[in-house]
T-cell receptor
């Protein structure tokens, strides 16, 4: 069974600074997808960024980028120029290519301070 | 375009009572998911529908939980009878197809409190 681990329950960062959230996963599959989801206090979860395991290039979406290390099974999220609106719970998630069941980590509560 | 709609947003009931949650997915999305999210944890899949067919319900506690999606559009999740441990947020999500790389769009959730 796949597992996703987020070892940082809480993190904080000053506005405009950069922060990195960690995620590791365990799988015997070679083909899969990884995601970062954001869940603000209103609870509507939204997709931040996704990475396909067969792509070596790290995904980037504006201020959000990932550091995907397939051999280490690591998938960290970097948020640049942090904004107050980035305050939320962030979940790392995994799905194997042959399925559609998302496995989520425990989440990291990020607080951006003014 | 409207997102995934869920109701009610909050529900408080006494244990042993029945409760139902409703979800209307994004128009045109044929895949619908129900997730359970306990406080401080990530969501866990309860059931996935492809149109009106439940294709993955292995995590649904079938002794007290049931779900339906009769016309392949909106869906209802029911708990009968509710237990104290069922207090959680129930999230509904939908996607265009149940393929791996298709983004799942989540609703705001229903927060259930069982007293």
């Amino acid at each position: 069974a796949q597992t996703v681990t987020q070892s940082q329950p809480e993190m904080s960062v000053q506005e405009a600074e950069t922060v990195t959230l960690s995620c590791t996963y365990d799988t015997s599959e070679n083909n899969y997808y990884l995601f970062w989801y954001k869940q603000p206090p209103s609870r509507q979860m939204i997709l931040v960024i996704r990475q396909e395991a067969y792509k070596q290039q790290n995904a980037t979406e504006n201020r959000f980028s990932v550091n995907f290390q397939k051999a280490a099974k690591s998938f960290s999220l970097k948020i640049s120029d942090s904004q107050l609106g980035d305050t939320a719970m962030y979940f790392c998630a995994f799905v194997e290519t042959s399925g559609s069941r998302l496995t989520f980590g425990e989440g990291t509560q990020l607080t951006v301070n003014p | 375009e409207a997102g995934v709609v869920q109701s009610p947003r909050y529900k408080i009931i006494e244990k042993k009572q029945p409760v139902a949650f409703w979800c209307n997915p994004i128009s045109g999305h044929n895949t619908l998911y129900w997730y359970l999210q306990n406080l401080g944890q990530g969501p866990e899949l309860l059931i996935r529908y492809e149109n009106e067919e439940a294709v993955d319900d292995s995590q649904l506690p079938k002794d007290r939980f049931s779900a339906e999606r009769l016309k392949g559009v909106d869906s209802t999740l029911k708990i009968q009878p509710a237990e104290l441990g069922d207090s959680a947020v129930y999230l509904c999500a939908s996607s265009l197809e149940g393929r791996t790389n298709n983004e799942q769009f989540f609703g705001p959730g229903t927060r259930l409190t069982v007293l």
